[in-house]
């Protein structure tokens, strides 16, 4: 299957079985944890970043995120 | 006109926002840096968009605001977008800012490829003809703006070059010829001096302290044996004994600014933010008591040693530029500045601020990355597209980039089309203001929702879904989601 949203779309929408809509009480797509809506609340997350020269310290931030009290991240082998 | 006295402030990030709206005792003045605020957009003719419900909370606020701009710098040899300044002339307009800045910096060159952002400030040419360029630049803004306007001493890591003017000296003509206000970054002259540049005191000596209408204070790190203008935390001890020393010297200083990344504000939280900006206002009340130094300080333009190297400014930004974003250059500048460890600190500085905007505008998509295949598959995949594709200004456009990067490397990581799909589609509700559609080959919540708590999802249910994504009306880059499946 191609990465592009819209082959992956047509392709779905030509197989065969009935579209039932769905609700679910998630109101924000970045609204699933609470590291994440902080970040998304704080930062312009689409525009220019804000001024500064130092070491952007976000990926490093994500690898603690994910790591367990082990310093493990949390792949499937290290659970 | 004179200019208004402010006080103190800080730079302007959401999560301030209590402490702004309670205290407006403690914050006398709010710095907003207009560019945070905007999207870029596919119009060529309006290519910058405001947020406009962020402008609204804004405006709300009691404090009097300045407008710092940190996307179109300049100090170089190319004039900012004439496109941007209609929307930051309707900022400065909308905010009721007294003047406005920027800095003295670069953030664009021109290579074989054509015209690329280097992804951060860069140092201009500290020669007469550097000076020459920065003033041409600053005044092609200055003019378009209806209020006064000042450029911000920037940062250098990269050593002092025999020959080139000092810092000072270089700042100083520039203020000169473009007639302008200095905002005195103090923390950006300490982090020089402590990297081997010229001390403070001495740049200092050789400014116009008249013109300084503003100062800058800020915390940092370390890094290699580098200090770092990371705006980091608290201002540190020495720093702050600097300004007790130099503000007195300061005759027309209108406000002193506290600048910290929303990164590392959590961090400090909002009562070490009131700690700060109290002990600030401690500082403020010594401003201009003695402002003997300003008078007897000005050496004459014409002591400065410098002379031009055999390079122009526009050549000495594509080389710093080149160097700095791993690309090839023909320019002299470039082989000159080969030995210069300075250069391997942007390069690294770069590379982080680069993942960082990944990580901020694709999180989902890089745990799933980082869970599937650990730190060598981000470093491999942020090496790679680091390498094919320039540094964008908007994170939109470096997110959509990234993603066009997956698209076309196809690394093996299930569940990407799905996460990946879904990121961009947001991005794109927000910037297009209308609803896009996801389709999912398995349950969205089943996916997405162990991704958030930062685990790799477990047998996710199979099914048609297609998720619709919409903008939400007020609020700051928010969407909702809706779900129509089959299953």
New interface residues.
Partial sequence: ?????RS??E???S?A????????P?????N??AM?R??????????????????????D???E??ADEKGN????SAR | MPLPVLGVGI?Y???LQPLLEAETDLVSVVEV?P??????TADPAEPYQP?RSALDRLCALPQPKLV?G??FPVGGSRPPDPLHLPLLVDMIDLLGAPWASE?LAFNRAAGPGGSFATG??LPPLQSPAGVAAAAASIRSVAAHLPVPFAVET??N?LQPRAGEMSDGAFVAAVAEAADCGIVLDLH?LWANERNGRQRVEDVLAELPLERVWEVHV?G??E?RGYW?????GEVPGPLLDLAQRILPELPELRAVVF?I???F??RLGLDGVRRQLGTLREVWEQRGRSPRLASRRRPAPASTPSEEPDFTPGEWEDGLAARVVGRPSSSAAYDRLADDPGVDVLR??VW??R???L???L??T??LL???G??PL?RDLFDGFFFSSPPQ????VE?EAFGAY??RR?PEVPF??EV????????RA??EGRPQ???F?FDP?SL??P??????P?SPTPG?F?VE?TP?AG?????????????
């Fill in positions: 299957m191609a990465l592009n949203d992956l779309f392709s779905l929408a197989s079985g009935p579209v039932v809509r769905v609700s679910i998630t109101s924000v797509s970045h699933f944890d994440q902080v970040t998304k609340q704080v930062l312009g997350q689409l525009g220019c970043e804000a001024c500064h020269s130092g070491f952007d310290i976000r990926y931030v994500l690898r995120f994910i991240l949390r792949t499937p | 730079i990030t959401p999560a840096e560019e945070t605020l905007w999207t870029f947020d710092h940190v996307g800095h951060f400030l920037g940062v890591y950006n800020a940092g790190s890094f770092l203008d990371a705006h980091s600048e990344t929303a990164t504000l959590t690294q500085l982080n601020f993942s960082g905007v990580v901020e505008t999180g989902l890089c745990r980082l869970l599937h650990g730190d981000v200004l908007f994170a939109s997110a997956l698209e196809r990407l089309e990946l799909g879904f990121e961009r589609a947001a991005i927000v910037l559609l996801v389709p080959r919540a997405l929702e991704l958030a708590r930062g685990r790799l477990e048609r297609e994504v939400e609020a700051n880059h928010a969407v909702t989601t809706g779900l129509i499946s089959s299953s």
